[in-house]
């Protein structure tokens, strides 16, 4: 009889050597006689994926992150082996397999180390849950940066940080607070010039360590599923970014409308309080686009409802709402109310659509409507259902956008703030525990609400926003940064957060202007809309306890200073649109830290307050109070004041005085900036013009501007306009070309240009090869001209 058993905790286990290898087409396996799997996969010549299974075989392949309609190749692979190793070698990098430990080793082609395995795949049984916690470590090279990893509170440089993915409802997060609302396991790796990134594709709880634990030592590891991994290869970051970008996915371009300004409280009810809200905005001439509906909308916070008290004719006041320019975004989320007289627990009831215990019962847990079950949006049959539901709210009322809340999931009341773990998900028929699916839920919802609001909003685009993602989120949704607090650490906190999310995929993020949690005094809100009218999403939002946020709480300076700031963005929506198209059609990061914009140089590694805004703005916020001025970093090339037009040359730190109701702004010199006339909403006016303002530079320098109808589809069917400007400038000439694609034509006629540093004064102009009188196209000051918009080159003679 068997009186006394114990588990044999066996710590951590190690590949042993390897006996045999075979490949197929472009995936090479290696097999230990200890049962573990090595399977690399080449996906292109700079993008290997590693995956470890320690039982011989390995389960399904299934991913949420990998956007499957991402075409993939590579031009070489060859694999040889000698006495150590295996050799994979393909026409941008080296991989070398230890043949006693299956240590990895990735190398350039000219054998420079990018990135060795020090223990490199390791495991540990996990005897409470079944599985292994997989682990990896990596020897970091000296000198070594990291950034990326999304929504993080931390420096933008993130060595010596140890980082956890869980997404979590940290309602007025701190400074370096783990973990948050969203989990995005990418980050790029910087030494000698040479950048790499790990997008470690693993939904369970994950942990980062940058050189905290070990000084020398990067690892990561996971509490379940498998060691999968992506390495991408730059060696620049922008091919990394890029990369990593196409693999996860990219967003269809939004409304034109989204890249307005909007406003948002905790909460606007009942109507006439809305009305109260916008009316002001159109009375102070402070443009607004969007305005939100939190869940007091709702009869008793049940999703999918109207409060008859509050709200008595929603699709009047909507339309209403429309007719004046304002857009209406309705939140919604995931917990259902348990009423047996409520219509959306009836259907999800009768069709068992909730969530489920490891015994059977419903998930119950308490939110704003009391007890509620949850869907399971890993069900695609879930997600297909709760698309329908939006049917009455797009098609019917005329709700333009749907804003996805506590959907880490949130759950009140419990310890750890979400679902048990023994909850059961389908997971697209890779049925699992709450373990598993916790970090991908919010994302589900989101897809099942975009895919929803997308069909009800057609032919028109949609537009979702979400607290919780993964990466791959982006395809889906915007995002916003969760609740913050109105402190000057978190203005600073915001500034990062939206780089880090750029470079991290997840470009369409915004923070709550002002903080949702606290109330901001007014110099810290001016701040504040100063640095977001140049992030992608841009929101002011607080939470009606803490006293109202509006442009107007402040007094009438700050009003100015929103108004000025505010019309600034509306200004530069066909800058920032082209930057969402490139962003969409390139991958390519909307806002670019420093070390993105010049990795060569050691200033930008630890620089975190400046950022280039598309390819051609410096933006360094002003992040502390009663500041009249701020050192800042000038990168590479050189650069325009925004604001007197005074020249620097760059690779410099320089004093920049500035009053309150500006921030340092620089416009690389070469730029061709397209404005639009300012609107109180997009789509307001029609325009005769729009201005390009052009900064002479001695040389070359190319700008894009790219334009459609600003909402529908027919875009993708070539009725777009997207113009490349080319600009040469010498010493006593300046020429503009333009090349002109696409078959939209814009209703304007002619471009007003100013011309900013002009070294001589014009003595002629020649407009497609043809000498133009002067007093025709030459405005005020000598610098301003106008001219047709279908020119295509410009060539403008000094005397």
């Known amino acids: 009889m068997i009186t006394n058993t114990e588990l044999e905790l066996k710590g951590d286990q190690f590949p042993s050597k390897i006996i045999s290898y075979n490949q197929d087409v472009d995936s090479i396996y290696f097999y230990t006689d200890n049962n573990v799997v090595l399977k690399i996969t080449i996906l292109r010549d700079s993008m290997i994926r590693f995956r470890y299974t320690t039982k011989g075989y390995f389960n399904k392949d299934f991913s949420y992150a990998i956007d499957k309609t991402q075409s993939h190749g590579y031009n070489e692979l060859q694999v ?23 240590k990895v080793g990735l190398f350039d082609l000219e054998g420079f180390s990018i990135l060795e395995d020090e223990i490199g795949f390791h495991w540990e049984e996990s005897y409470e849950f079944g599985g292994n916690i997989v682990k990896m470590s990596k020897i970091a090279n000296d000198g070594e940066c990291y950034y990326g990893m999304g929504d993080k509170a931390t420096h933008l440089n993130l060595k010596g940080k140890r980082l956890e993915n869980w997404a979590t409802d940290q309602y007025a997060f701190q400074k370096e607070q783990e973990p948050l609302y969203k989990v995005v396991p990418f980050y790029i790796g910087l030494h000698h010039n040479n950048a790499y990134g790990i997008f470690f594709d693993n939904t369970f709880r ?20 498998e060691m999968n991994y992506y390495f991408i290869y730059g060696p620049k970051m922008k091919d990394v970014v890029t990369a990593y970008t196409h693999l996860t996915g990219k967003p269809e371009l939004p409304p034109m409308w989204t890249l307005g300004y909007h406003q948002c409280k905790w909460s606007y009810y009942p109507e006439s309080k809305v009305k109260e809200i916008t009316a002001n905005f159109r009375k102070l001439q402070i443009p607004c686009d969007a305005i939100y509906l939190d869940i007091d909308y709702m009869e008793g916070f049940r999703c999918f409802t109207w409060s008859k008290d509050y709200f008595p004719d929603p699709k009047r006041m909507v339309a209403e709402l429309a007719k004046d320019g304002f857009k209406t975004v309705a939140i919604i989320d995931p917990g259902i109310k348990i009423d047996k007289d409520y219509w959306v627990y009836q259907e999800a009831l009768e069709k068992d659509y909730f969530c489920k215990r490891a015994d059977g019962p419903y998930m119950k847990g308490k939110v704003w409507p009391g007890e509620c079950n949850f869907p399971d949006y890993t069900n695609p049959e879930v997600r297909e259902w709760w698309a329908g539901l939006y049917k009455e709210l797009i098609s019917d009322i005329g709700v333009k956008g749907v804003w996805n809340d506590m959907n880490e999931p949130a759950v009140m009341d419990v310890p750890g703030k979400t679902f048990p773990m023994d909850v059961r998900h389908d997971f697209d028929g890779n049925p699992c525990s709450h373990r598993k699916a916790h970090n991908i839920y919010g994302t589900q919802m989101a897809r099942a609400t975009y895919e929803g609001v997308k069909r009800f909003a057609y032919p028109k685009r949609p537009f979702i926003i979400t607290r919780s993602a993964y990466s791959g989120a982006q395809r889906y949704t915007s995002s916003w940064t969760g609740d913050n607090v109105a402190s000057w650490e978190h203005l600073w906190i915001a500034n990062i957060q939206m780089q880090r999310m750029s470079i991290s995929g997840m470009g369409f993020t ?41 442009p107007w709480s402040f007094g009438e300076e700050v009003i100015d200073i929103t108004r000025k700031f505010v019309n600034l963005r509306y200004e530069l929506l066909p800058y920032l649109y082209t930057m969402f198209w490139k962003y969409v059609n390139e991958g390519e990061p909307m806002l670019k830290p420093l070390v993105y914009f010049d990795q060569e140089d050691i200033q930008t590694l630890y620089r975190t307050d400046e950022f280039i805004y598309g390819n051609h703005i410096l933006v360094c916020p002003i992040l502390e109070p009663n500041a009249v001025g701020r050192r800042l970093y000038l990168p590479k090339g050189n650069w325009y004041n925004y604001w007197t037009n005074e020249w620097i040359e760059g690779k410099i730190e320089i004093w920049v005085p500035t009053a309150y109701d500006e921030i340092p702004l620089f416009i690389k010199e070469g730029a061709i900036i397209p404005k639009y006339p300012v609107q109180q909403y997009v789509g307001e006016k029609e325009f005769e013009e729009i201005t390009l303002e052009v900064y002479f530079k001695l040389g070359k320098e190319k700008s894009v501007l790219y334009e459609d109808a ?75 001209l106008k001219v047709d918009k279908f020119f295509t080159e410009l060539h403008i003679f000094g005397k």
Not at 516 to 542: D, K, M, N
């Open 510 to 550: 915004g923070s709550d202007i002002g903080g949702f949690a606290e109330q901001p005094s007014g110099e810290l809100y001016a701040r504040w809309i100063q640095l977001g009218v140049f992030h992608p999403f841009c929101r002011t939002h607080s939470s009606g306890d803490h006293g109202e946020q509006e």
């Open 710 to 784: 600003q909402d529908g589809y027919d875009y993708n069917k070539g009725r777009f306009s997207l113009r490349t400007f080319n600009l040469t400038g010498k010493e006593n000439e300046l020429i503009i070309q333009l090349h002109k694609q696409g078959e939209f034509l814009t209703n304007y006629s002619k471009f007003k240009i100013n011309l900013i540093g002009l070294p001589f004064e014009i003595d002629s102009i020649e407009i497609d090869n043809e000498k133009v009188d002067l007093a025709t196209v030459l405005l005020e000051k000598g610098s301003v």
């Open 206 to 225: 994950t942990f980062f360590d940058f050189c905290h634990e070990r000084r020398n030592i990067t690892s990561f590891w996971a509490e379940g599923g």
């Open 80 to 102: 040889t082996e000698n006495e150590i190793h295996y050799v994979i070698t393909t026409s941008k990098i080296v991989c070398k397999i230890n043949k006693a430990d299956v």
